[in-house]
Nanobody, 124 residues
Framework: QVQLVESGGGLVQAGGSLRLSCAASGRTSSRYAMGWFRQAPGKKREFAAAISWTGSNTYYADSVKGRFAISRDNAKNTVYLQMNSLKPEDTAVYYC?????????????????WGQGTQVTVSS
């Protein structure tokens, strides 16, 4: 089992920045890829970014490319999502997810574990 806890969400004005963190505990000796997804009210959960176990490979949704950056510190069992130039349409609950098979794609189904989410609200 892997437990994931997100933090760092909050209220920010458009154009501002936030850094989300996702701390993993439990089966942290496994090599797992990580992803960030988000879900706005009334909308489906959508992919934002993902990173391989080593951190050498990253993948972004077109909607966040160039504004968001995913990174990880395996010594701390933590993954980050740096969000810059935030827009009101980035408002959502952000979830991190772990995949033990190393998948770091945009589909939510393969991910094995999910956090509870952290709210990000961007005001105009």
């Amino acid at each position: 089992q892997v437990q994931l806890v997100e933090s760092g969400g909050g209220l920010v004005q458009a154009g501002g920045s936030l850094r989300l963190s996702c701390a993993a505990s439990g089966r942290t000796s496994s090599r797992y890829a990580m992803g960030w997804f988000r879900q706005a009210p009334g909308k489906k959960r959508e992919f934002a970014a993902a990173i391989s176990w080593t951190g050498s490979n990253t993948y972004y949704a077109d909607s966040v490319k160039g504004r968001f950056a995913i990174s990880r510190d395996n010594a701390k069992n933590t993954v980050y999502l740096q969000m810059n130039s935030l827009k009101p349409e980035d408002t959502a609950v952000y979830y991190c997810a772990a995949d033990l098979a190393g998948y770091y794609g945009s589909s939510a189904e393969p991910y094995d574990y999910w956090g509870q989410g952290t709210q990000v609200t961007v005001s105009s």
